[in-house]
Every structure is written in C-alpha cells, then in structure tokens.
C-alpha cells in the first residue's frame, strides 16, 4: 500500500519540478528568480531521493538486489 502511494508522490514532485523550471525561464528569468528555483529544485531532489530510499530500501544509483525484478 505504501509503494504506489509514494510512487505518485514521486511523480508528482516530477511535474512539479518541471512546472517550476517552465514558469521562471517562460516569465521573467530573473537572477532571484533562477536563485528560488535551484532551492526548490536541491529541495525537492532530495525529497525523491528520500522517499526512493523509503519504497525501495535502496538510493537510486544502487544495484537491485539479486532476485528482484
């Protein structure tokens, strides 16, 4: 139960990201404004980080253990 309820959290971080990488390049690509972008985006990278770790039991960059698919 808890594995595609943080899967959508996951994916919902992703569109969020991408949402706030349009919005300031579209608008006004100011300095503060690219300066709040990147610390929303450190931020939110390591919420995903977080919450793999939590459904997989594993980073991102590991191996899968041997045995599942």
């Given at each position: 139960?808890?594995?595609?309820i943080g899967r959508a959290i996951l994916l919902g971080l992703e569109l969020l990201v991408a949402g706030d990488i349009i919005k300031p390049?579209?608008?006004?690509?100011?300095?503060?404004?690219?300066?709040?972008?990147?610390?929303?985006?450190?931020?939110?990278?390591?919420?995903?980080?977080?919450?793999?770790?939590?459904?997989?039991?594993?980073?991102?960059?590991?191996?899968?253990?041997?045995?599942?698919?």
């Open positions: 139960m808890r594995a595609p390049v579209a608008v006004a690509p100011t300095l503060q404004n690219m300066a709040v972008l990147g610390a929303i985006v450190v931020i939110r990278t390591f919420l995903s980080f977080s919450l793999e770790l939590e459904i997989n039991g594993r980073w991102p960059w590991q191996a899968k253990p041997s045995g599942q698919s």
